[in-house]
């Protein structure tokens, strides 16, 4: 079935790159986003890729899609304190009618001062 | 922007009651989505709707229904809560094609 896998923490410092990983199992995968979540709130959509891309950049984010590996990387440049965070993977996959959304577990971000 | 809004932050029930969680999303959007979060295991689909009236189980929809009667809104409920029903549940809608889904800000909910 789908499957989408994410290591559950990362630790950087202030000012270094991070970079968060997922793979994914869908071949039928057509978008592939990143959410990021705060303490006590919802998802935030951050960005997407369509799978036809490889990379997308955005400001301090750049993702990367290996579609031959399921591979999905999510790179913050500059990481700051306020990016702590729990970061999401999520592919939507499926045909018209009967697509669904599957999220990973979420990686937990931690920015040391 | 989208706005997606759940009636409560916080919610305290007790066991075997009825409970109602609502959701109003203010950009048409047709699809609306149930989700609960818990440590370790992510988000986990309890059921989602692609038109008003219209509803579809996710994979975890023992113990919930829903109800979608205007397109705006979508409310999840717990027939007869239980304990192991205490989790933050989140809401969320898009639109059609390659839209994400947008999140309301969740709903923690504790059974005692």
């Known amino acids: 079935g789908e499957d989408v896998e994410q290591s559950l923490f990362l630790s950087v410092r202030e000012g270094d790159s991070s970079v968060i990983n997922c793979t994914y199992t869908?071949?039928?995968?057509?978008?592939l986003y990143w959410y990021k979540q705060e303490p006590g709130a919802g998802l935030q959509l951050l960005t997407y890729?369509?799978?036809?891309?490889d990379m997308k950049q955005d400001q301090r984010l750049t993702v990367l899609l290996n579609k031959k590996d399921k591979h999905l990387s999510l790179r913050i440049a500059d990481t700051q304190t306020g990016d702590s965070a729990i970061y999401f993977c999520?592919?939507?996959?499926?045909?018209?009618?009967?697509?669904?959304?599957?999220f990973g577990t979420g990686t937990r971000l931690k920015v040391l001062a | 922007d989208v706005k997606v809004t759940q009636s409560s932050r916080y919610l305290v029930k007790r066991t075997g009651e009825k409970v109602f969680l609502e959701c109003v999303q203010d950009?048409?959007?047709?699809?609306m989505f149930w989700y609960r979060q818990d440590p370790g295991l992510g988000l986990r689909l309890i059921y989602f709707?692609?038109?008003?009236?219209?509803?579809e189980k996710g994979d975890i929809p023992e113990g919930y229904s829903v109800s979608r009667e205007k397109k705006e809104r979508f409310s999840l409920i717990l027939e007869s809560a239980s304990t192991n029903q205490t989790s933050m549940y989140l809401c969320?809608?898009?639109?059609?094609?390659?839209?994400?889904?947008?999140f309301g800000d969740g709903t923690r909910l504790s059974i005692l």
């Open positions: 999520a592919e939507k996959a499926g045909t018209s009618g009967t697509y669904k959304y599957i």
């Open positions: 709707s692609y038109d008003v009236k219209m509803k």
């Open positions: 869908d071949s039928s995968s057509t978008y």
């Open positions: 890729i369509f799978s036809n891309m």
């Open positions: 969320a809608s898009s639109s059609q094609g390659f839209q994400p889904q947008h």
């Open positions: 950009m048409d959007h047709e699809n």
